[in-house]
Every structure is written in C-alpha cells, then in structure tokens.
C-alpha cells in the first residue's frame, strides 16, 4: 500500500516537500491541502506584485502539482472543513506547511487604532488575497510610517511610491492599483529601530529603491559608519558592507526632480501611536545599539500620519489541535517532528526567516523523516477525504479547477500584466463551475 500523505498548505514549503516525496523510489500519494483554489500561498499573496520574476518559481511547483502521484485539494480550511484528528486518521503521515499568516501586535500605547495595519494584512490587500477584499486601508494620508527595516517593509515602501507605469506589468490588481495612486502620499518613512548595519534588507531590494521613477530614497549620511563593525561571520559581513555601499549613494536630501520620498530612518522605535480612534500620528524615540540590542535615548519626535505598517515578522494561526512553542511562536516540533506521522516544515517550524530557497531543505528533511517513519502506507488518504468532504457538503476545488481560474485570470489581464486575479472565493469558483 502507498504510504498516504496530507501536506496542508500550498506555498513553498508544501511544494518542496510533496516535490521531495515524488523524488524518492517510495510509493507514496500526496494530497495538498489549501484553504483557497489559488495554490502557491505567498508566491501568489506575498512576494510583491512588481517581483514577477520570484513568482516564475510557480512554474516549477505546477509540474509537481500535475505529478500522478499528487492531488491539490482547494477550498478546504483544517479545523474548519476538516479536523486535524480526522486528517491524522485518514492520512499515514501528515504535514504542517501553512506559514506564518498573522501579524504580531506592535505591542504600544494605540496599537489597536484605525490605521495601524500590519504588514500581513497591508501586503494580503494589495495582492488580492481573498481575505482581505472587504478591507480598504485609508490612504488619505501624506506620510506612512513603515516599522521595520526587513523585505517587507521594503516591499510595502515601493508599492506604496511607484508610479502607475511601473506598475502596469505587476499582477497588482488594477482597481488597487488605481486607490493607490490617487492617494496623497509623498513620503513614506522606514523605521529602524537599529542602524543600517542590522537592517535585514537584501542588497538587491535596497539597490532598487535608487531606480524609481518617481520617488528618492533619503538616507542621513552621518547615521552611515564608515565599515561594519560588530560580530558577523565572513558572509554576512560582506552582505551589510554592500548595504552600506548602497546607501552611500543614496541623495541626503530632498530632490525636486521626484515627487515621493522614503527616508530611511534608523536608530528609532515606536513608543506610541497618536489618535483618537484614527491614527494621526506616530511618536518615536531614538536608540543607540547597544550589545545588539536597540535602548531607547530617552529623546522623542512625532510625525503625522494616518497610517502604520508594522513590518515587524509574522505570527502563526494555529488550527486547533496543532501545538504551539510559546517560546519561538512557532509549531512546537523537534527538527520538525510534532508527533508520530506529524510534521512541521518552513515558517511554521522554524519562523519567518530566510528567502523561498530556504524552504527546500525542510521539504527534503520532512520526506527523509517520513520514509524513516513509514516503509508502507495504511490508511484511506484521498478518496477518504473525498468522501469526507462529501459527506460534510464541502465544495473542494482541483488543480484543473486552478488551471481554468489560471486562464480566466490570464485572459482578464490589463495590457503588459501577467494577470487580474479574482478578488473573492466565490468569484474564483463561480469561474470554474462556468467552465
Ligand atoms: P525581518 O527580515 O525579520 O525584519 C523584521 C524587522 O522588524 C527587523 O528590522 C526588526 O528589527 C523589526 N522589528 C521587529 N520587532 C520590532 C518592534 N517591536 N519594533 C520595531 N521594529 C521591530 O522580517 P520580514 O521583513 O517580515 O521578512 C520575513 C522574511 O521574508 C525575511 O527572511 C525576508 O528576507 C523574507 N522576504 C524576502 C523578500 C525578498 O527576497 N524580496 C521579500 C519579503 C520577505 P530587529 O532587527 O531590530 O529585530
């Protein structure tokens, strides 16, 4: 008998696994799970809609999608549609792949007002995740603060200052395209509450903020140290020296031929955010580094805004009956074993770290444990599922259903765009009963 695997979650690290598992001699079946009919988690809902390129790795997760061994079950929410005990019962081996899909609070005075909107939320609305489409942050607003100094904050910063051309060929959806650019916005400011030398930028996201059509990036050259100084191993090292070489070239002040700016400003943590029940503002105190570690000067400055991103990582949703580290936030698992036949691999095991690449050793790992665990299979697996979800009235969704949203998505596309993505569930599948 195949040994029966559930992989819940169809972003990076499920793919890897299932794409890990297919690569073996085993005889295995493999059903990945996924709450949406759109596979790919954050390739789809949270590399940026201009960072086309990343999202070409899709490619390479569809052929393993199309492999015989492998089924894609859609609109299928676990502790929802199914539960994780009635998974486990169904399924030799089951894994956890589902991300980090949650904001962590700021955790500051307003933290909870209209207009704080946390970098999961602000980059699923502008990516058209369909969680979000009754929402619509308020842009009405000249300044954003951006707290954070990681890829996302980088990210939200440049989606927020391009122009309409340079968006054209994104698969940012054109009707948050449009908000977007009639919004007052002139300046975003990106909070670091360390220096240049511990922003978690890629140099290659960093260098693009000097290439806008229509925005500057605005650095305080003495916040720049002349080298980097600290305990980093050789690599990481040579990756801030080339941050610093970046941002040397970045103009120190505001240039007229642009119209939009990004400060980039370091050695500063949130201590409030100012309102009644709408942000109007945000107060922020200076640091030094200290050991590493951000300390507060005890000196304050404001800036007015009506919104705040909090770029500041992500945490996990757990479906009942996952257990959760409270140290680490993430699944509790040891080298990504939960339990017997459970597994844990990508953000869930291990946190929001690393690029898409770094979910490939995890996949392998999970598959390695797996086959160590099972020689052969015993259980139901997908057609007890099928059944399952007959039985409950769930309307699950295949990888042909993906294929015709695929198409009609690709077909809708605005000249020079990849795609207009579905915004909502039943738009989605309203399509594929069409078809
Ligand atoms: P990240 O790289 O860990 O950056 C988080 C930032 O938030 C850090 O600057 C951190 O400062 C700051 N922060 C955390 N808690 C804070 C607080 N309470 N107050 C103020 N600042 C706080 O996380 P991320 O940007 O969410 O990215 C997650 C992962 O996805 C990363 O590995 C990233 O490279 C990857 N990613 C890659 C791309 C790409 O390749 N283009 C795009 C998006 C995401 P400290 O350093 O002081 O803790």
């Known amino acids: 008998m195949p040994i029966r695997i559930a992989v819940i979650g169809s972003g990076p690290s499920g793919f890897y696994t299932t794409d890990a598992l297919i690569k073996t001699d085993a005889d295995v079946e493999i059903d990945i799970i996924d709450r949406l009919p759109t596979p790919f988690g954050l390739i789809r809902a949270g ?149 240049p030398v511990e922003a978690k930028f890629t140099n290659v996201e960093l260098r693009e903020m000097g290439h806008l059509e229509n925005a500057s990036p605005i650095i305080d050259p003495d916040c720049l140290p002349d080298e980097v100084t600290g305990e980093w191993s050789d690599r990481d090292r040579r990756l801030r020296d080339r941050n610093l070489q970046t941002m040397r070239g970045f103009p120190d002040s505001v240039s007229d031929a642009k119209a939009k700016r990004v400060h980039f400003a370091f050695y500063a943590q949130p201590v409030e955010i100012l309102g009644d029940d709408k942000v109007t503002g945000i107060r922020m105190e200076k640091t030094q580094v200290v050991d590493g570690r951000a300390r507060g000067s005890g000196e304050f400055f404001e800036i007015e805004c009506a919104l705040v991103v909090p770029a500041i990582g992500y945490a996990l949703q757990p479906f009942e009956g996952l257990p959760v580290d409270d140290k680490t936030g993430c699944t509790a ?76 998505e690709t077909t809708n596309a605005r000249p020079g765009a990849p795609r207009e993505k579905f915004l909502t569930i039943k738009d989605m599948l309203a399509v594929v009963d069409k078809a």
């Open 47 to 195: 590399v940026a809609p201009d960072h086309q390129s990343t999202k070409r790795v899709a490619r390479a997760y569809e052929r393993t999608a199309l492999d015989e061994h492998v089924h894609y079950i859609g609109n299928v929410e676990v502790g929802r549609d199914v539960s994780i005990d009635q998974l486990r019962d169904l399924y030799d081996a089951v894994v956890v792949a589902i991300g980090m899909p949650g904001d962590p609070a700021l955790g500051i005075p307003g933290d909870d007002k209209v207009g704080v909107v946390g970098a999961t939320k602000f980059v699923g609305w502008y990516n058209g995740h369909p969680d979000f489409a009754d929402f619509q942050p308020d842009l009405d607003t000249k300044a954003v603060a951006v707290i954070g100094n990681g890829n996302v904050a980088i990210d939200v910063a440049r989606v927020l200052v391009k122009t309409k051309t340079e968006m054209t060929e994104t698969d940012l959806p054109t009707k948050i395209g449009d908000y977007i650019q009639q919004a007052p916005i002139t300046d975003v400011y990106m909070f670091g509450r360390r220096g």
């Open 333 to 408: 698992n040891d080298n990504g074993r939960i339990a017997e036949g459970f597994y844990a691999v990508g953000w869930a095991k291990r946190g929001p770290s690393g690029v898409i690449g770094t979910n490939k050793p995890d996949g392998k790992m999970a598959a390695e444990q797996i086959l160590e665990d099972f020689s052969e299979g015993g259980k139901l697996g997908h057609d007890g599922l099928v059944a399952l979800l007959g039985e409950k009235d769930v309307k699950w969704s295949d990888f042909d259903d993906w294929q015709t949203i695929n198409e009609e």
